[in-house]
């Protein structure tokens, strides 16, 4: 039988099969656990079964591993090592366990991350990470509606917005052996942004009032196979550090390593938005004109508006072509302040 959707899977796991299937995992609401298929465990009603394609989605739900199935992102027997480290996240599931806490337990470091890494997919920090936010979000999280307010209005809070965001986005996509993307929370004189980088390069970098973050999320993990779990790399130190200074108008242009996303015609409208030169503006009409397409003013304006990277490709300088402010998906105030910086430090 193919678990196409859940009431297959529900069958399955009713089935009982007495083996093992680490194909896909069920979060049990009604005990806040989550298992492997063919825990030997009560079968749980209907009702409370949520199924997760890895078990770092189930963790960052806020559930937390059986004891009896020890259920594991792949296939394979939990060490005796993995055990104990997870009895000891599991009795102090709040405390933000450190490599140093497990060489106290007298355990090496090294033989802990490797084999976390193996069974889960995911170091012993990011594990105890994404069990800490997953439990977090459980108490901040009445549900998608609530979540998805809360993104649109901003964040008050780091911590507010990392505990959200992990109970929405944090989730692993299946079967994905790839490293995970870094979201990361930047405060700046116009309001927090985030940015998602990986060791390497910037994926995203957005207002939190942006609209439809949500669905930005979501693409960028599903297009790439990769989890987007709250954390930074020197990336996210390189970017912050510019952000600083473009802010205080010391820098006109950014040099942070950027992973096109695009699509090719997406691609070739951010090029061009990338010249316009800091402190000018232009129309919708003069970037289709740029890109050898001037009737491509409509796909132009939505390539603009869909850039993902706020700031660095400059769609804050794409005006109305009759000189109004024309629109800005992080708000048209943040636009007006952009243009009126540049103009004052323009060099
Ligand atoms: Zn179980």
Redesign the pocket.
């Known amino acids: 039988m193919r678990a196409n959707n859940d009431a297959d899977r529900y069958e399955i796991l009713a089935a009982r099969s007495g083996e093992f299937s680490d194909a896909f995992f069920v979060g049990v609401k009604s005990t806040g656990?989550?298992?492997?298929i063919g825990?030997?465990?009560r079968l749980p009603k209907r009702e409370n079964c949520t199924f997760y394609d890895s078990a770092a989605e189930a963790l960052e739900a806020g559930f937390r591993a059986?004891?009896?199935?020890?259920?594991s992102s792949h296939a394979g027997e939990a060490s005796a090592v993995i055990k104990k480290l997870i009895t000891l996240i599991e009795d102090n599931p709040e405390h933000r366990w450190s490599e140093d806490d497990i060489k106290a337990k007298g355990i090496d470091p090294s033989t802990a991350r490797r084999q976390f890494k193996k069974h889960f997919g995911l170091t012993f920090t990011q594990y105890a990470r994404a069990r800490r936010l997953g439990a977090a979000a459980k108490t901040l999280a009445k549900g998608d509606t609530v979540i998805n307010a809360q993104l649109n209005a901003g964040y008050e809070s780091a911590s507010g917005f990392r505990a959200a965001f992990a109970k929405t986005f944090g989730a692993a996509p299946a079967k994905s052996d790839a490293s995970p993307f870094f979201i990361e929370w930047l405060t700046t004189p116009l309001g927090p942004m985030f940015a998602v980088c990986d060791e390497t390069h910037l994926y995203m970098l957005e207002f939190t009032t942006r609209k439809n973050m949500d669905r930005g999320f979501e693409k960028l993990r599903k297009k790439h196979k990769r989890a987007v779990i709250p954390g930074r790399t020197s990336v996210t130190d390189q970017i912050e550090g510019e952000l600083k200074s473009y802010f205080a108008g010391t820098i006109s242009t950014f040099k942070t390593p950027l992973a096109p996303t695009g699509t090719e015609f997406q691609n070739q409208v951010w090029k061009a938005l990338q010249d316009i030169p800091y402190g000018q503006s232009c129309a919708y009409t003069d970037l289709a004109i740029a890109i050898g397409n001037e009737k491509a003013v409509r796909a132009v304006a939505s390539s603009n508006a869909n850039n993902g990277l706020a700031l660095i490709i400059p769609c804050h300088r794409v005006i109305a072509k009759g000189g109004g402010l024309g629109g800005y998906a992080g708000g048209l105030d943040k636009k007006q302040w952009l243009l009126d910086h540049e103009k004052l430090h323009k060099p």
């Open positions: 656990i989550f298992c492997r825990c030997p465990a059986c004891k009896r199935c020890h259920p």
